[in-house]
């Protein structure tokens, strides 16, 4: 079935580097997809989301690039901050009205 | 804007009890909500989906007698799960969709945790 996933289970980084997380995704019927951060204990929190008729979305310190070519999303985190520790989800929906599927999540670690 | 909550945000409870969860959306009307289950290190897996005024429609797999929906207004549903058993224990998330004239995001609440003994 169709699906969206992660390349990496776990992403570590110095702190002030740039961070780039992948996202792979199948239904190439969706048209809208999400950026959220989940942190230990809490819901997701939503970072930014893109459409299919865009190829990249800049938000503060956060840039997503959607390349509907071979089907991959990534979200790129500029000058991580520890605070940007958290598990990252991507997600994906075919259309209006329609459910969100996410991804298995990538854990994202900052080293002071 | 676009907060949305849970009560409780914690619930420990004995097997064959039911345990109601709230789910609000505090400053704005949601037509649609969503029930997620997230086990530890797993994604988010939909249950069910609530709609103001009419029954909700779940996911191939859930129960819909055994998580009973109810989404009496336009800012709260509830979700209960009855006669619950410890391998209900889980990490419960509702998420309210919010609309902005074509565009519509989904807000998450923080989650309740149920540890079902």
């Known amino acids: 079935g169709e699906s969206v996933g992660l390349h990496l289970p776990t992403l570590s980084v110095q702190e002030g580097d740039n961070s780039i997380i992948n996202c792979a995704y199948s239904?190439?019927?969706?048209?809208?997809f999400i950026w959220y951060k989940q942190e230990s204990g809490k819901g997701p929190q939503f970072i930014i989301d893109?459409?299919?008729?865009?190829d990249k979305r800049q938000g503060q310190r956060v840039t997503v690039l959607l390349n509907k070519t071979v089907k991959h999303l990534s979200l790129q985190i500029a000058a991580t901050q520890p605070g940007d520790s958290a598990v990252y989800f991507c997600?994906?929906?075919?259309?209006?009205?329609?459910?969100?599927?996410f991804g298995k999540g990538i854990t994202l670690s900052v080293r002071p | 804007g676009a907060v949305v909550s849970q009560h409780p945000s914690w619930v420990i409870c004995k097997s064959g009890t039911s345990v109601k969860i709230e789910c609000r959306s505090l400053d704005f009307q949601a037509t649609t909500m969503f029930w997620y289950r997230q086990f530890p290190k797993q994604s988010l897996m939909l249950m069910a989906t609530?709609?103001?005024?009419?029954?909700?429609?779940?996911e191939q797999g859930v129960e819909k007698d055994k998580f009973l929906i109810n989404h009496a207004s336009l800012t709260l549903s509830t979700l209960t799960v009855t006669s619950a058993h410890p391998e209900d224990s889980s990490f419960y998330i509702c998420s309210a969709r919010l609309m902005r004239g074509a565009q519509e995001t989904q807000y998450f609440g923080p989650g309740t945790r149920l540890l079902v003994l």
């Open positions: 609530s709609n103001e005024g009419s029954k909700a429609t779940y």
């Open positions: 239904n190439s019927a969706s048209d809208y």
């Open positions: 997600a994906e929906q075919p259309g209006a009205n329609s459910k969100l599927t």
């Open positions: 893109i459409r299919s008729n865009m």
